[in-house]
């Protein structure tokens, strides 16, 4: 028997302590048997065991059969996120970065439902990769399912919309909620699948049929689980805020109010919490204002107004709506810099040179008026398109922004220089009726005006960044990790089928790959260089650690300048006011890590659904062009066919391999490419082609195109 474990003092014992002494052991352990190794009292029993249950349940030990306790990597298990596939088979993605994902049979899922966070045993190694069974769901990913209400002969069910949640779910009868068949519904699911048993579930919302345009945020709002009500908390105390601030909240302010300030933003816009204003001396030296909605001045830390905007996270745009983080009363009123009326304001003043280098920085509460509310689409008239009568509407600011776009382009020019990535990706619009359904698809316009409210709230967050960072506060900072070395070798691959070289490097750097973008810019191949280079990136996150924004090439970044529709925003003007106020009371760094965990999954799941639905939109758009022909790019090859985007419409859609019917084509893995066996034609990523739109399926949201010449 092994000695016991001494430790120091009387203290609880810590769960990196627990995880140490298990890695010291050769076998899996008792409770009683942890207990007595570590010369742990019978009254610290219960401690002992709610550690264990919470190490077990973040995935850190497993418990098997008896009972005992080990270490997942000693016992060939891995713990992950499944990731389901329409045809039954999954995958498990493990937690730990670097390790080889592993393929699951859909008879060895274990009762697991994809998203689900798992425990798996690799059980064998194939050719492809490792494989494995699902030995214990750890977290289910979702509690509602969206989907098909439909009826069998003596039994209800619901099809999920969802394709990679590979079961239907049986709805027993008092449980439909008077659904009809083919209605489209949620259910939440009240037991969920064992090995020989469906899921169960009842229906809780019945949101209409397939073909109401009203239907698609509908559910994305349900199927993402988007708070879309507010608390009735958060909105009594919504209503007790101002309609404007008193003058005696001015106090120990700066008062900007003579300094012309406006606010640029989209046609659509409602929430405006960024305003600017520039001044120029003799010497050339431009002193620029970035003054934020002072939104932490009305909401108080822990209030209700505050638990519900952590609680989302972000606000969440569709082509229709916005769910917003706040209420209306905040959100469009009180914390909105709306022109010609007074707003509190967190500024951050920066000098540059002419060359557009900093030379000082102050940080301080405000008071501003905005003196107009501006486009992107009014900037670019009067500074690019010199638009006469633009202009003179804006005469009075002429001065300001003909000085933002020079200091713009210095900014931007230095950001370059030291190895920002600039992607030309433009967003995709969808263009709506006045019956909520898609008339278009644009590529968004991004202009002069973009950049210059781009570079300026860049310069703020890393103004902000470094100043918490030089005050040595546990802070919460916006990283962006350099791309795994498995992305940059297919990278590099992909490119070397195009005809362009990368060096290899043990590290890549940003300045590296600008050199890749310099070099594909204006060419055919442009746009799917780009789109592959952002998809071989790390996401960006929160952290409380500081490791530097890659994408950037910027050794401190946060996020600042929009604290009404992102909480990290909103966290980092209460820590940049605590600083300037000289307050005591912080936040340690692991409670910082875990909130900047949270928002960093709100952030995705608010993108993932902001993506879905513009798909869901563009397919609904092709279902009435069937037949219609179109010129586009190949943006994509795999081995069922390519993928083509088209030229006029943001749209993209599959040619499948069996609509090739001139030869018979294999798939080149290694050069990413079809080739002809009998004709040695080829289909290449940038190659040309016309194609007509053969079939669009909107339940499965695939639109299929023929070929027409390329």
């Not at 030296?285 to 934020?292: A, F, M």
Request: aromatic share 8%; charged share 35%; hydrophobic share 35%.
């Amino acid at each position: 028997m092994k000695r016991k474990k001494e430790r120091q003092g009387n203290r609880p014992l810590s769960a990196d302590e627990l995880l140490r002494f298990m890695a010291e052991e050769e076998r899996p352990l008792l409770w009683r048997e942890i207990l007595r190794r570590l010369g742990l009292a019978r009254e610290e029993g219960i401690g002992l065991r709610r550690l264990l249950r919470q190490l077990t349940e973040e995935g850190k030990l497993v418990r098997i059969r008896g009972n005992r306790y080990g270490l997942p990597t000693k016992m060939n298990l891995v713990v992950g996120k499944l990731r389901c596939h329409p045809d039954g088979f999954a995958f498990v993605i493990p937690e730990k970065e670097g390790e080889d994902h592993i393929f699951i049979s859909p008879r060895k899922l274990g009762g697991a439902l994809h998203g689900d966070r798992v425990v798996a045993r690799v059980e064998s190694m194939r050719r492809k990769g490792k494989e494995g069974r699902v030995i214990r769901v750890l977290e289910r990913s979702f509690k509602k399912v969206v989907g098909r209400f439909a009826r069998g002969k003596h039994y209800a069910y619901l099809v999920p919309e969802d394709e990679r949640i590979l079961q239907e779910i049986f709805i027993p009868e008092g449980e439909t909620k008077r659904a009809k068949a083919g209605q489209i519904v949620v259910a939440e699911i009240v037991r969920y699948p064992e090995a020989t048993e469906r899921p169960e579930g009842r229906i809780t919302h019945i949101l209409g049929y397939p073909d109401d345009p009203e239907i698609e945020p509908q559910i994305i709002i349900h199927k993402y689980d988007l708070p879309h009500r507010f608390s009735s908390a958060a909105l009594a105390q919504a209503r007790t805020l101002p309609s404007i601030p008193s003058p005696e909240q001015y106090h120990d302010r700066v008062d900007l109010r003579q300094i012309p300030t406006f606010t640029i933003d989209g046609e659509k816009a409602r929430d405006f919490d960024d305003a600017v204003a520039i001044e120029e001396d003799e010497k050339g030296e431009r002193l620029l204002y970035v003054s934020i909605s002072d939104v932490s001045h009305y909401v108080e830390e822990g209030s209700p107004l505050d638990q519900e905007a952590f609680f989302r996270g972000t606000s969440v745009y569709f082509p229709d709506r916005a769910i917003p983080m706040f209420p209306p009363e905040l959100s469009n009123e009180l914390g909105c810099l709306q022109p010609g009326v007074d707003r509190l304001t967190l500024t951050v003043e920066m000098r540059f040179d002419e060359e557009g280098e900093p030379k000082g920085v102050r940080f301080y509460p405000s008071v501003i008026r905005s003196a107009k509310r501006l486009t992107y689409t009014a900037v670019r008239k009067a500074l690019v398109d010199g638009d006469e009568a633009t202009q003179r509407e804006l005469r009075p600011l002429m001065p300001s922004l003909e000085a933002m776009a020079r200091l713009a382009e210095a900014l931007r020019a230095r950001r370059l220089a030291r190895g920002a990535l600039d992607f030309d990706l433009p967003e995709p619009e969808v263009i709506l009726n006045l019956q909520g359904e898609a008339e278009d698809v644009v590529r968004a316009e991004r202009n002069l005006a973009h950049q210059i409210i781009e570079e300026f709230m860049i310069a703020a967050n890393e103004a902000v960044a470094r100043f918490l960072e030089e005050a040595g506060i546990p802070s919460i900072y916006r990283i962006h990790e350099p791309p795994s070395e498995e992305s940059m070798k297919e990278f590099r691959r992909f490119l070397s089928c195009l005809g362009y070289r990368m060096r290899k490097t043990e590290t890549p750097s940003p300045k590296g790959l600008q050199k890749v973008l310099e070099a594909v810019r204006g060419k055919k191949e442009e746009k799917v260089v780009n789109k592959l280079l952002l998809r071989s990136m790390k996401w960006a996150k929160y952290a409380a650690e500081n490791i530097g924004h890659f994408g950037l090439a910027s050794q401190a970044y946060t996020h600042f300048t929009s604290p009404i529709r992102r909480y990290p925003d909103l966290m980092v003007h209460r820590l940049v006011k605590r600083v300037l106020s000289k307050r005591g009371g912080r936040l340690s760094p692991e409670e910082l890590a875990q909130k900047a965990d949270h928002l960093s999954n709100r952030e995705r799941v608010a993108m993932e659904a902001e993506r879905e639905i513009l798909d869901r939109y563009r397919v609904r758009l092709m279902k009435d062009r069937i037949r219609e022909v179109y010129d586009g790019v190949i943006s994509g090859v795999t081995a069922f066919g390519f993928f083509v985007e088209l030229d006029d419409i943001y749209v993209e859609g599959l040619v499948p391999m069996t609509s090739l019917h001139d030869d018979y084509y294999r798939y080149d893995e290694k050069r990413y490419v079809l080739i002809g066996e009998r004709t040695g034609k080829t289909f290449r990523i940038g190659d040309p082609v016309r194609v007509r739109v053969e079939r669009v399926d909107v339940e499965r949201r695939r639109i299929d195109f023929g070929l027409i010449t390329g």
